[in-house]
């Protein structure tokens, strides 16, 4: 429930620290409180232990330990593990209560060579667990601290679980052990005095490695919105996948495990299984292909280069046939015809393969007999329920991107944008296509129609707002708020430095070639309140587009679904684990998330037990490939579903793998010119995929004997467990999934939710309607419907003054005239001018998506989100003439003002909350003091304090500059040094768009703290810091330049004619002019 944390940016509120011995009362502070082995770190190595050994001696502390072996005997067993499991919990509980030890070490650690060869061992996280919920029991836990010794954990995720299940700390000897082999190699020695590897000493080798670990769990812990591991250790927050209630009762007492699964004896047979002697004793270690897929004895990878292969034999489509090639010279564009044959090869052999998905398990379990496929619904209207997953322009290349748009868009589904905004051309339909596909607005796709567009259906918000502008919103027929995603939770999106060209980086306002990184969603996503807030901002600029939220499969959907329903979301996604991502660290996408079956099911229910389920649709997406695939999430509850990765080799991927070194072969998710020439799809390949889909579906349906899709939907008592599948494998024999899914409620009789339901009783389709902003927007509405604003944006000329009153309940204020105008001009074609005065108190999100010809005064004081996604235009906002507080020592605005803006001139006579300027990639802006984060994650736009600012300046910041104005010395205390660099205005040009900036600042607000600082401008001048990214290294404001040039000191225009001031000339009539207007 907390929001999540970086620990990157804000690693500064994190700890890692933990303490052995025993613990007494926080409610009693003594001598002997604090008397405790502190550690830096959870993970210890030899040197370590053997000091805490020496803890143990009275000189030294007197800290008594012991240690229990974890191993027992071969010949006991299967049944020898939870046997031996019983006699170290009882030895523990003996050990601290009669004998006072105070540091007990569990290893697993064999004394000598014949022990290792006669005995096996208890799996670490079984022991700990078991352990430390028996300590528990007995009211010991807090009087001894635990430490496993084990060989048998190595990854983050191993070490989370350990401390997260009772360890205190863990000493992973084999681990440590493995890098000093790989230290002392010849290989790695070499490699050493060429230069290929780093130099280092053996302790700076495995010092290395745990500061790997470290960074792993400090980043897990943050996705939680945990800051200190102290408060992670014991908390068990996990949920078991395959684990059977005796284990769970035993070892994880208290953690959900909602289908059962293995037991003790299971558990005792894989660990045998992976002695050295089922090997062959080869010494080399078996690469099992968790990551990339090994053909001979790697896991199973559902998505594989074999299975695309399958795929774009069904669909017609050969890779080798592309304008890189002789795509042109070939009859339809080299599109083969569609095979179901081919289909039906690429079907069975998802059926046929090894176990994956819990929905494996599923068989359908019809309550009618079969009836003529002719009976049921055409594929076409199931078509309409089929949406592509959010992958971002920039994580896939334009011609992925736009020929999944231009196809699913052609069968009536939902296209998706992803993250990245989208080219404002694609808005507009494609019109000028000739005989052979083509067409002069888009040279690079091939099989286009007249009558196609690439405007995404669906235009997603994400924490990072790249490509959010008010023109973006108002394309839009649905509005997605990404509040995670399914297969990396509480972490933001990436996209690798190489991937942002000069076209990706002018779509998202950043810099090319730097690496993108959302924030984790926690400024505006996370929490239900201000999850609420950015539906009314996105209902407000755009009322005729519904808003989607993207939640994660996982325990507590169902709750959290509530909540999204009451804060009028129109439809909710449930994203399962097996999301595709192509440009996320490794340890991001695995042991996140759950299968969406579980999250579906639960949302599902939860939202028709609290009478919510007709107040919203429901979507599914995460590695959903067949027509089963959709019949089984639509029993569970779906009316709409996603496909993400299997789309995406519909169109040519084949599964390399290199999504984020930015070299696909195929051009699908590659950036480069050469590369993307080689893209082979075309829309009419997605197009015949969707269609093998949906008539698949339409024969499930004909042999359940249901003629309308929408029948089946919630309908889970049509499934049931494959008792043939079950038994396939000893992992899954275990598994009672009737005891889970039987949960959903029956709505075999009550069908009413699958319609909206409205005032009086009259239902509806749901698509027909979107929820609307109720008195919260009345000013809003008023404001838009004044008959002078209408007139300007109709003429689009003249200009226009009016006046409102304003109170603390009128939320989104200005959002709604900015969609008005955005829809008539887009962004930069708006050649009126409007002038709204406020005066009052504004709601929340005051000034949202305003943009150029815009122009908002605000006398009073503003809330939360002031200016948030700013386009352009200004906003100005100053205290009461009769205000009795000096301005530039009071807050006006609050937290995270100007979140993701794009654009304008902003002007604040006081202090601002904490976030000011979050993700601001082109506004520049004025204020006398902000709190903690400011210019966070900022890529672009100038920020000028005029006051004292709070801690972590500039963390995340890849482009723009700020200048902080320093008079006590203690700013540089408060800068994050991770990326930026600080300095004293060093340079003419520098120092010109201060001043302007503050010069136009005190003519807007009669700021008393500018007038002090420019009437004394040359001793004041000095006490300004200038802080900026690498990215901002060469430019003319950072670096002395040898030739004159512009000098931006204005972002409120829609293009820079009139906010340039050339360096060493006057300005002309027209532009004084625009500075008096």
């Known amino acids: 429930t907390n929001p999540p944390i970086d620990p990157l940016r804000e690693g500064v509120v994190m700890s890692l620290a933990m303490t052995l011995g025993k613990k007494e009362s926080i409610y009693k502070v003594s001598e002997r409180g604090a008397r405790l082995i502190h550690l830096s770190s959870p993970l210890i190595n030899a040197a370590e232990m053997e000091d805490i050994a020496e803890l143990a001696k009275p000189e030294n502390g007197g800290f008594l330990q012991e240690t229990l072996s974890t191993r027992y005997a071969l010949e006991d067993g299967p049944a020898g593990l939870k046997k031996t499991l019983d006699e170290l919990c009882d030895k523990a509980v003996e050990l601290v209560r009669d004998q006072n030890v105070e540091v007990l070490i569990l290893s697993d650690k064999a004394a000598d060579q014949a022990s290792l060869d006669e005995t096996t061992y208890i799996p670490p996280l079984a022991a700990i667990g078991a352990v430390h919920h028996r300590l528990i029991k007995e009211g010991l836990r807090m009087d001894v601290g635990l430490v496993v010794e084990t060989g048998g954990a190595w990854s983050t995720h191993h070490f989370a679980c350990l401390v997260g299940y009772g360890a205190n700390a863990v000493h992973p000897y084999m681990a440590f052990e493995t890098v000093k082999q790989w230290h002392q190699s010849t290989t790695t020695q070499k490699k050493m005095k060429a230069g290929k590897v780093k130099e280092s000493t053996l302790s700076e080798a495995q010092e290395n490695y745990r500061k790997a670990v470290e960074n792993g769990l400090l980043k897990i812990l943050s996705k939680m919105g945990i800051s200190l591991l102290t408060s992670y250790q014991g908390a068990q927050i996990f949920e078991a996948l395959g684990v059977g209630k005796d284990v769970v009762d035993t070892c994880f007492k208290g953690t959900t495990s909602r289908i059962g699964g293995v037991g003790f004896e299971d558990l005792a047979k894989e660990t045998v299984m992976m002695r050295p002697e089922v090997a062959d004793m080869k010494m080399k270690l078996v690469n099992y292909g968790f990551y990339k897929p090994v053909p001979a004895l790697g896991e199973y990878h559902i998505n594989s280069s074999d299975l695309a292969k399958l795929l774009h034999n069904a669909i017609g489509l050969d890779k080798k046939v592309s304008a890189a090639s002789n795509r042109d010279e070939l ?8 095979s179901a044959a081919d289909y039906e090869i690429f079907q069975k052999s998802l059926e046929s393969a090894p176990l ?8 359908f379990n019809s309550d009618k007999e079969s009836i003529p496929i002719e009976e049921v619904e055409d594929a076409a209207s199931i078509m309409r329920r089929f949406c592509t997953g959010a992958m971002s322009l920039g994580a896939l290349s334009r011609e992925a991107h736009e020929t999944l748009a231009i196809a699913v868009n052609r069968i009536g589904g939902k296209s998706n944008s992803g993250e990245g905004g989208e080219d404002v051309i694609r808005g507009f339909e494609i019109q000028d296509v000739d005989e052979r596909g ?17 405007n995404s259906f669906i235009h997603q918000v994400a924490s990072g707002r790249f490509g959010v502008t008010p023109e973006f919103l108002v394309t839009a027929k649905q509005l997605e708020i990404k509040m995670a995603q399914g297969a990396k939770p509480g972490e933001g999106g990436q996209l690798p430095g190489a991937k942002v060209s000069d076209y990706i980086a002018g779509l998202r306002a950043s810099k090319p070639g730097v690496t993108l990184i959302s924030p984790p969603p926690h400024h505006d996503i996370y929490s239900i309140e201000d999850l609420a807030q950015l539906i009314h901002d996105l209902h407000a600029v755009n009322e005729k587009a519904g808003v989607s939220v993207k939640l994660v499969s996982s325990i507590g959907i169902g709750t959290v679904a509530c909540g999204v329903a009451k804060a009028d979301a129109d439809v909710i996604q449930i994203s399962g684990n097996d999301g595709g991502t192509g440009a996320s660290p490794l340890s991001s996408i695995k042991h996140a998330g759950c299968p969406w079956e579980l999250g579906l099911a639960e949302a599902h229910a939860a939202l028709y037990n609290n009478g919510l389920r007709d107040r919203v649709t429901i979507r599914v997406d995460g590695g959903i490939r067949t027509g089963r695939d959709v019949a089984i999430a639509a029993m569970l509850g779906a009316e709409e579903f996603g496909f993400g990765t299997i789309a995406m080799i519909a169109e040519g991927c084949i599964m390399a793998r290199v999504c984020h070194l930015n070299t696909c072969p195929v051009g699908v998710t590659s950036q480069k010119e050469e590369l993307r020439k080689k893209f082979p799809g075309t829309p009419e390949h997605v197009v015949n995929f969707f269609e093998f889909v949906a008539e698949e579906t339409r024969q499930l349906m004909a042999h359940m004997g249901y003629k309308r899709f929408e ?8 499934l049931k467990e494959n008792d043939k599948q079950m038994d396939r494998v000893a992992k899954t024999s275990g598994m009672k999934l009737s005891n889970y899914f039987a949960g959903v409620p029956d709505s075999s009789e009550d069908r009413s939710f699958l319609r909206a339901t409205l005032e009086g009783g009259q239902q509806v389709m749901k698509e027909e309607i979107v929820h609307s902003n109720g008195f919260s927007s009345d000013l809003d509405r008023d404001l838009s419907n004044h008959p002078d604003v209408k007139k300007v944006i109709a003429d689009n000329s003249g200009e226009t003054v009016v006046s409102f009153s304003i109170k603390n309940t009128d939320r989104s204020t200005c959002a709604m005239l900015a969609g008005d105008i955005a829809r008539a001009h887009g962004n930069k074609r708006f050649r009126g001018k409007i002038f709204v005065e406020f005066n009052g108190s504004a709601g929340q999100s005051f000034g949202a998506f305003v943009l150029p010809g815009l122009s908002v005064r605000l006398t009073g004081e503003g809330n939360d989100y002031v200016g948030k996604g700013m386009h352009g235009g200004e906003i100005v906002v100053v205290p009461d003439i009769n205000a009795g507080f000096v301005a530039a020592e009071s807050s006006i605005v609050g937290n995270a003002c100007l979140y993701g803006a794009t654009g304008g001139d902003f002007h604040a006579n006081g202090r601002a909350g904490e976030r000011f300027g979050v993700r601001n990639s082109g506004a520049f802006a004025v204020a006398e003091g902000a709190g903690d984060h400011c210019c966070e994650y900022m890529t672009g736009g100038v920020v000028v304090m005029l006051g004292k600012v709070g801690r972590n300046v500039g963390a995340g910041m890849t482009g723009g500059v700020g200048y902080f104005y320093d008079a006590d010395g203690s700013f540089q205390d408060m800068v994050n040094p991770e990326i930026v660099k600080v300095q ?18 005190y003519e807007l607000t009669g700021s008393e703290r500018a007038d002090e600082i420019l009437n004394n401008w040359e001793e004041e001048k000095g006490k300004f810091w200038q802080v900026y990214p690498p990215s901002e290294k060469s430019t003319p404001v950072v670096t002395p330049q040898a030739e004159i040039i512009d000098l931006r000191v204005s972002a409120s225009a829609p293009d820079g004619e009139m906010c340039f001031l050339p360096l060493g000339k006057v300005m002309t009539p027209e532009q004084a002019q625009r500075c008096a207007d």
């Open 356 to 363: 994956a998905n819990i929905r494996d398990l599923f068989d």
């Open 331 to 338: 009859e339809n564009d080299g599109v083969k015809p569609a």
């Open 711 to 718: 029948d089946l939907i919630g309908r889970s008592d049509l």
């Open 438 to 454: 083509r067409s002069p607005t888009f040279p690079h796709l091939a099989g286009l129609k007249n009558g196609d567009s690439a």
């Open 984 to 1001: 004293r205005v060093v340079t003419d040009l520098g120092e010109i768009q201060l001043k302007t900036l503050i010069e136009r600042h």
